[in-house]
C-alpha cells in the first residue's frame, strides 16, 4: 500500500499537553499535517496548535468517555483533514485507587473511568479511523500508547494496569486483523517519563526512587517516546506490526 512517509493526516488523541503536545509536534516536524485533539484543556491545545511547524494543523476537541464523542472528534477530524493515515491513541486518565484506601462507591467509578477512556476509547476511534483508512484502500498505522505498569503492576492504579494490558492486546489483535488493508498496529510500554502530569512526583520525595527504576538513574523524556511513535508510523515499520515495544530505560525486562 502507498503509505507517505511525510504529509500524512494524522489525529492524536490528548494533544492538549505532554506526550500528545510533543507527538504533536514530532509528526508536524516531520512534514504531516495533525488534528490536534482535546479533552478540557482548549487553551493548553490552541498552544500546541500555535507550535506546530507546518501548515493545516487542526484543532478538535470532545470527551472520548463515550462511543458518541468519538465518534463526533473522529469525524471531524476527517472533515477538517480529508482523512487519517495515522491514529496515535494518546489519550488516558490515571487516577489513584489504591483499593485498601478506596470506598466501594469510588472504586467502581474510577474502574468505569479508566476502562472508558484508556480502553474503550482506543477501541473505538480505531474502528473509526480504521474504517476509513480501509474505506480510502491507502493502508495507515494505529499506534497506542501502553504502559510498562501494563507488565509490572500498579498497586496504587489498578485500573489503569489492567487497561494498559488490554491496549496491548487490543493493538495485537488489530494487527492481525487490519494487515489483509495495509494498516499496521503496534503499541508502546513507556516506563516513568516526564511530563506535566508527574512533574510533581518527579520533583517530590518520591523523585530520586523513581529515577532509581531505571539503571541509567533517570526517568525518560516525552521526546524519547515520540522518536519511537514516529518510527512506528512510517512506511518502513510495517513489519513491526503486532509488536508492544518496552521504552523504559532497562527499569523492567520483559521475559
Ligand atoms: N508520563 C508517564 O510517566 C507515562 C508512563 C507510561 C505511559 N504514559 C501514557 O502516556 C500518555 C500521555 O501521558 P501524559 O503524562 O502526557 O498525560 P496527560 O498530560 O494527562 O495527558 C492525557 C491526555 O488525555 C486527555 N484525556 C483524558 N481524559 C479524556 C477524556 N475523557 N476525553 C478526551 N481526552 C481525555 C487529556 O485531555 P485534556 O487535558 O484536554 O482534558 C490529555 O490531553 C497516556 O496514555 C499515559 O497513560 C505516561
Excluded: C
Excluded at 492524536?12 to 499537553?17: C, F, H, K, Q
Excluded at 496515535?88 to 489504591?98: I, Q
Excluded at 484502500?137 to 503492576?153: C, H, K, W
Excluded at 517516546?225 to 508492544?244: D, F, K, M, N, R
Aim: aromatic share 6%.
Amino acid at each position: 500500500m502507498n503509505l507517505p512517509a511525510t504529509d500524512r493526516r494524522v489525529l492524536i488523541s490528548g494533544a492538549s499537553r505532554g506526550l500528545g503536545r510533543t507527538l504533536a509536534r514530532a509528526f508536524a516536524t516531520n512534514g504531516d499535517r495533525v488534528a490536534v485533539h482535546f479533552g478540557s484543556r482548549e487553551e493548553d491545545a490552541r498552544a500546541t496548535l500555535a507550535s506546530l511547524d507546518g501548515e493545516g494543523h487542526v484543532l478538535v476537541g470532545g470527551d472520548l468517555s463515550d462511543p458518541a464523542g468519538a465518534a463526533d472528534v473522529a469525524g471531524r477530524a476527517v472533515t477538517a483533514l480529508g482523512g487519517i493515515d495515522v491514529l496515535v491513541n494518546n489519550a488516558a486518565v490515571n487516577l489513584p485507587h489504591p483499593l485498601a484506601d478506596t470506598s466501594y462507591e469510588d472504586w467502581a467509578a474510577l474502574w468505569q473511568q479508566h476502562v472508558s477512556v484508556n480502553l474503550l476509547a482506543t477501541a473505538n476511534l480505531s474502528h473509526l479511523a480504521a474504517r476509513d483508512m480501509i474505506d480510502r484502500g491507502t493502508g495507515g498505522r494505529i499506534v497506542n500508547i501502553g504502559s510498562r505498569g501494563a507488565f509490572r503492576g500498579e498497586p496504587d492504579h489498578p485500573a489503569y494496569g489492567a487497561t494498559k494490558a488490554a491496549v496491548h492486546a487490543l493493538g495485537q489483535s488489530l494487527a492481525v486483523s487490519l494487515a489483509p488493508y495495509g494498516i499496521a498496529v503496534a503499541s508502546v510500554a513507556p516506563g516513568f517519563f516526564e511530563t506535566e502530569r508527574v512533574a510533581h512526583r518527579l520533583s517530590g520525595d518520591e523523585g530520586a526512587a523513581i529515577r532509581a527504576q531505571s539503571p541509567f538513574g533517570r526517568a525518560g523524556t516525552a521526546e524519547e517516546i515520540a522518536a519511537a511513535v514516529l518510527w512506528l508510523a512510517s512506511p518502513v515499520a510495517e513489519w513491526a506490526s503486532g509488536t508492544v515495544l518496552d521504552l523504559n530505560g532497562a527499569s523492567h525486562l520483559r521475559t
